[in-house]
């Protein structure tokens, strides 16, 4: 008589106790379950992140790469102008000496054949 209802309230609070335990180890693994899907959806978000910033690192190396060649392509026609014109420079300068070397022989030769005369 005595056992029976200090059984009953012994069982009553290890089934509370028990249920509590349950429930609590229920939250653990609900919990757990959400920090996995969390650090996996972090981790996918990461991933995208990286990729985004690698295409977009791609497309501006190719875009570098295309205006540098435009420049490059600027800079020769400009190098080929400056040497035509140079060359063009250079051989109306050396038409110009050409004359005036043979003006100045001309004149040079005339002054030996007159000294050679007088």
């Not at 029976?4 to 509370?16: G, I, N, T």
């Not at 249920?19 to 379950?33: F, H, I, P, T, V």
């Not at 990286?50 to 501006?60: I, T």
């Not at 420079?89 to 054949?113: F, G, K, N, P, T």
């Amino acid at each position: 008589m005595f056992f029976r209802p200090l059984e009953k309230v012994l069982k009553q609070r290890f089934d509370a106790t028990e249920g509590a335990r349950k429930l609590a180890d229920q939250s653990l693994q609900r919990a757990s379950a959400k920090t996995a899907e969390y650090e996996a959806a972090l981790r996918a978000a990461r991933a995208e992140a990286y990729r985004a910033q690698e295409s977009l690192f791609k497309e501006l190396h190719q875009r570098e790469a295309a205006e540098l060649a435009a420049a490059r392509a600027r800079a020769e026609a400009a190098i080929r102008q400056a040497k035509e014109l140079l060359a063009g420079d250079v051989a109306a300068a050396q038409a110009s000496l050409a004359q005036e070397s043979e003006a100045l022989a001309v004149r040079i030769a005339d002054s030996l054949l007159r000294r050679s005369a007088a």
